[in-house]
């Protein structure tokens, strides 16, 4: 605990993320200090839980149950994650999609999503409509009080798998198109959860528009952008504060590592936040 304290608290000095250089027109609305930190969980793949400055818990992306790597208790436990007054979805693959119209349901949370991947889920039964929010790319929410969610490109695909209960067989349905998203939270800070995307320009438009600090970014490869697309991006484009590598370790076709990635970030003024499954970091 102490180390990751240290490790939170050290993110902050380096990158000097106090709340005072972090004003911001939602640092008016936090409802708890602005000396709260944010606590980054990874759930493993896409998967994470974002504890708010102002206590607000925004999950994306819970690939719980199925993920090979989720951490204990969560692969058990769905109810472990705690509250959830938020749930992100990226794009309707299962690796993303995953246990989210569960935590839905379990928490009476709305599912925000890609309109296009909300629809199918309404009109196949898989989720009331009372409990869904449908939006699309550059389009914003305001769900909680201080959090502002804007829906942007990312390079990818989406289709919904559903066992028909009538059937029992497996059918397959359009899900739209995925979806990154940049997370503000009470304080100014900045999050873009990139989602599943592979290497695409207008990287430098998202970046101009909405100026993310930290950024969780796709690294395996084959899906998406491999060890040295992230770099070319993360070095190039965006130039965050921090970033976060995700998607790899989790599907034998995602072979992009860890390290690939540090190597090809050598000398970058980017730091290169790595984590393990379970982890949970405090910015
Ligand atoms: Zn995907």
């Known amino acids: 605990m102490n180390w990751l304290h240290s490790i939170g ?10 709340a005072i250089s972090m004003h911001s027109s939602f640092a008016q609305q936090a409802p708890k200090s602005s000396e709260a930190k944010t606590e980054v969980l990874w ?8 504890k708010t400055p102002g206590g607000q818990n925004i999950v994306i992306d819970p690939w719980l149950t199925g993920g090979p790597k989720t951490p204990a208790p969560y692969k058990t436990d769905i109810v472990a994650l705690g ?15 995953g246990d989210a119209p569960a935590l839905a349901k379990l928490h009476k949370t709305v599912l925000y999503g890609p309109a296009d991947m909300i629809t199918p889920l309404i009109t196949l039964g898989v989720m009331p409509a009372e409990l869904t929010h449908r939006f699309n790319k550059t389009g914003s929410v305001k769900p909680l009080p201080g959090i502002k969610v804007t829906a942007v490109q990312a390079e990818h695909s989406s289709l919904l798998v559903w066992k028909n209960p009538a059937t029992e067989k497996l059918e397959s349905h359009p899900a739209g198109e995925a979806v990154g998203y940049i997370i503000e939270l009470e304080n100014g800070f900045k999050i873009w ?4 995307t592979g290497l695409f320009g207008d990287m430098k438009f ?14 395996g490869g084959n899906f998406t952008m491999d060890p040295e ?18 998607h790899y370790n989790s599907n034998p076709l995602a072979k992009g590592t860890l390290e690939e990635f540090q190597n090809a970030m050598k000398g970058s003024k980017v ?3 790595p984590m393990t499954e379970g982890q949970t970091l405090a910015f």
């Open 9 to 18: 608290l050290k993110a902050c000095v380096v990158l000097g993320l106090t």
């Open 43 to 50: 759930l493993g793949q896409a998967g994470f839980r974002i």
């Open 193 to 196: 959860h990139m989602g599943d």
């Open 271 to 273: 730091k290169v936040v």
């Open 229 to 246: 697309d992230a770099a070319f991006a993360a070095r190039n484009w965006i130039k965050p504060k921090m970033v976060i590598p995700i």
């Open 83 to 97: 509250k959830v007054d938020l749930l992100l979805v990226t794009h309707a693959h299962v690796d993303h999609i």
């Open 206 to 219: 998202i970046t101009e528009r909405y100026k993310p600090d930290l950024v969780l970014m796709p690294i």
